[in-house]
């Protein structure tokens, strides 16, 4: 029954891609076809016919991919629960193995240091890579071609290389941390338990009671009241309205 | 027995879940307009829903408040952007990314997709680290372009035309599938074709990635992840019972670090995993659940619980009464332009679609003290162009209309007729170009109205020398296919 279900869960997840892999597949075709060398200007590139001959072709497929969605649902519910076991992650279980001792040794506070010098040298590279894009995005000649396409893949194509630089910089700082991590773990578990100490959870991510973080929310909120009273008061509530009561054509990919 | 009744207690559909519907009921109210294929016009779209909800769904009875932010960002040339401002820092205070969690109708969409029994990826290092991109999305798109293309007054809502799915399939999808709009099919192009696309690959990812619109590309989240430590109502951890145990944060399928930071959605599944029971959901100082609290909670409890929902349904069907009864109709009177200079088929009915003679109708001219009469304009082709300041495309395809007006204005009548719906000063817009085209105030929403009452802009007509109507149709024009149109409706153009 396992082996079954894992199947099915497999062919279902082919299935998935195929379904909404070829109706956006369809959609090129159709754009590719509609705006070729032999049509003119008031050539419309989709038309309602076109459109629903191809979504008719993919019927078949669709409807199979229902019943196998539907049988799937049924064998998964009938399947006995093995809940798989959820992994700790690295920061969680060194912090347990570190819960126990009083004091750190020499490999440990090694393996520390070496954590932060990773995280300073992640953080220069990811500045690094912020400046030209900032220079880029701050530089109001580049959006000032009325051809937004133009401008929009200038963009792209200045943008990615620094983004996917950072993005590459932190995880490789993520992956060297957590190699680190199991370093300490592994050192930590070899040596004898030293006395256990209490362990000091990490603060939440929530502010909690604070007298001066209640004030500060206070304020935010009048502040936000205020803005609202303001924003009526100088049209911006009549703006959302009209804007929201016409159909925004490039918005929803009309145009 | 006890299993069998164990798993279809698994396939009730849990409390959150029903907050979801709920959710996306009240903000998809208008039912009708799935029926009819119109959007919902009324006073409520003046406010915005906390979650991702777009406003050109035929359903949607309110505004999206990333949609309404670009365009109020878009026009802060004009005017500081409070409303919106306002309403998010309300939103992110009061509930945070708890919207993310309960309130957000594209989240409960990625929940569901994500239910699909396939293989799944789970969460990891690089999951964790893509999160952020969420961020630049938002900087780059939802803030840095609009207020740049602000500068110029051209208002260019680059989230929503570029990236978001919710428009995509909200909008776009639920309109073209409506018979009534087969029109509309003619608006589609590479816009439709790259953000088709997109959707695909976005719904896909979220059948084996939790939520993964949610995670790396919604700026929604990212503007709420930013009240996290703020934000009244969420999951919170007591520190004195937490033994950080690390429980929570495995079982969590979001890419948080510890319970209630800023990639908490608060969906509270953490709840029933942590072994010291020391999460709980809370507003404030109100504890609103809790594993502490026995699930069959005695009287006052449940009557509270039980009076919330009474008062949920009935403001429920309050919204759906309201945004789906019938209004009443504003007929226009349909006059035929004047034909006594020019011989033309009386028989032709008077009416906005191709083919029929174009009703009459006199509007005032900036700049001028001459209104525009389209009468007079028999005998010569004539171009009317509906549009707005506050339309991005309107305001992209002016030039073409303007460069044939220069060409050909003394054997073409062109007028540029802006929408009732006024929020700009048109005087000021227009001053900041060189346009020789005339343009002319729609004052009452009548013109439009006459020609078809759209809720799209741009619209473009285009009437040839007799009076009739050979094109009538939404969607942005380009130089060649205006000129096409012209030549389709006998005027001379001359060379460029």
């Known amino acids: 029954m396992r082996v079954f279900s894992r199947l099915l869960a497999w062919l279902t997840a082919v299935w998935t891609a195929a379904v909404l892999f070829l109706p956006a597949w369809q959609c090129v075709q159709i754009y590719r076809a509609g705006s070729d060398a032999g049509s003119t200007p008031l050539t419309d590139i989709f038309t309602r016919d076109a459109v629903f001959q191809k979504l008719e072709s993919l019927a078949p497929l669709f409807y199979g991919y229902v019943l196998l969605v539907i049988i799937a649902f049924a064998v998964q519910a009938l399947s006995p629960d093995h809940p798989r076991p959820v992994p700790l992650t690295a920061e969680n279980r060194l912090r347990l193995v570190n819960a126990q001792r009083k004091d750190l040794p020499q490999e440990a506070l090694k393996e520390e240091k070496q954590r932060r010098v990773i995280c300073a040298a992640a953080g220069a590279a990811i500045f690094a890579c912020s400046v030209p894009a900032c220079a880029y995005l701050l530089n109001r000649l580049h959006f000032t071609d009325p051809d937004l396409e133009q401008v929009m893949g200038q963009m792209v194509l200045h943008l990615m290389p620094p983004v996917v630089c950072a993005f590459a910089a932190a995880f490789l700082a993520s992956l060297l941390r957590k190699r680190s991590m199991e370093r300490e773990c592994a050192i930590l578990r070899d040596l004898p338990a030293g006395t256990a100490v209490p362990v000091l959870p990490e603060k939440t991510g929530h502010a909690g009671q604070s007298p001066l973080v209640s004030i500060f929310r206070i304020t935010l909120l009048l502040m936000g009241v205020l803005f609202i009273v303001l924003g009526v008061m100088n049209g911006g509530m009549r703006d959302v309205l009209v804007k929201a009561i016409q159909i925004c054509t490039e918005c929803i990919g009309l145009g | 027995m006890a299993d069998i009744s164990g798993r279809i207690r698994k396939l009730l559909p849990t409390r959150r879940r029903l907050i979801q519907l709920y959710a996306a009921l009240l903000y998809n109210a208008h039912l009708r307009g799935f029926i009819s294929g119109n959007i919902y016009t009324g006073p409520a779209k003046a406010l915005c829903v906390p979650g991702l909800n777009c406003y050109s769904c035929p359903g949607a009875t309110g505004a999206c408040p990333l949609g309404a932010l670009q365009n109020a960002l878009a026009s802060s040339g004009n005017r500081f952007p409070f409303y919106v401002f306002g309403i998010l820092l309300l939103y992110g205070l009061i509930l945070g990314r708890t919207v993310c969690g309960f309130l ?256 009459d109708f006199t509007v005032p001219v900036y700049g001028s003290d001459t209104p525009f009469t389209l009468s007079s304009c028999l005998g010569q082709c004539t171009v009317i162009n509906f549009w707005a300041t506050w339309c991005g495309p309107c305001c992209e395809e002016l030039p073409y209309f303007d460069d044939i007006y220069r060409r050909a204005g003394d054997r073409i009548s062109i007028i540029a007729v802006h929408s009732s719906l006024v929020t700009d000063d048109v005087g000021a817009f227009l001053a900041r170009y060189d346009f020789a085209l005339p343009f002319a105030l729609d004052t009452d929403g009548s013109v439009i109205a006459s020609f078809g009452g759209s809720t799209m802009l741009p619209q473009t007509v285009v009437v040839d020398a007799s009076g009739v109507i050979v094109y009538n149709a939404v969607g942005s024009m380009s130089a060649e296919k205006l000129e096409a149109l012209l030549t389709e409706a006998g005027a001379e153009l001359p060379a460029e």
């Open chain 2, 104 to 359: 957000c109708p594209f989240g409960l969409i990625q929940e569901l997709l994500h239910k699909i029994p396939t293989p799944k990826i789970r969460k990891n290092r690089f999951t964790r680290i893509l999160s952020w991109f969420k961020y630049v999305i938002l900087a780059v798109f939802v803030f840095c372009i609009p207020l740049w293309y602000a500068v110029k007054s051209l208002p260019l809502p680059a989230f929503c035309k570029y990236i978001c799915p919710a428009g995509t399939l909200e909008g776009a999808v639920a309109l073209l599938a409506n018979p009534a709009n087969a029109d509309t099919f003619s608006m589609l192009g590479l816009l439709f074709t790259r953000k088709f696309v997109l959707l695909m690959l976005i719904l896909l990812l979220c059948v084996f990635l939790y939520r993964a619109f949610c995670r790396f590309l919604c700026p929604l989240g990212a503007i709420y992840s930013l009240f996290s430590r703020l934000a009244l109502t969420g999951v919170r951890v007591e520190p004195a019972r937490c033994t950080d145990c690390g429980r929570c944060v495995s079982h969590c399928q979001m890419d948080i670090r510890r319970v209630g930071d800023h990639e908490c959605i608060h969906c509270g599944e953490c709840l029933d995993v942590c072994p010291e029971k020391a999460i709980s959901f809370k507003a404030g100082r109100i504890t609103l659940h809790s594993p502490e609290i026995p699930q069959a909670a005695p009287g006052r409890k449940r009557h509270v619980e039980a009076a919330v929902w009474i008062c949920a349904i009935v403001l429920l069907a309050a919204s759906l009464w309201l945004v789906n009864r019938d209004k009443p109709g504003s007929g226009t009177d349909l006059t035929a332009a004047d034909m006594s200079t020019v011989s033309v088929d009386e028989s032709i009915p008077v009416g906005w679609e191709k083919g029929m003679r174009a009703p």
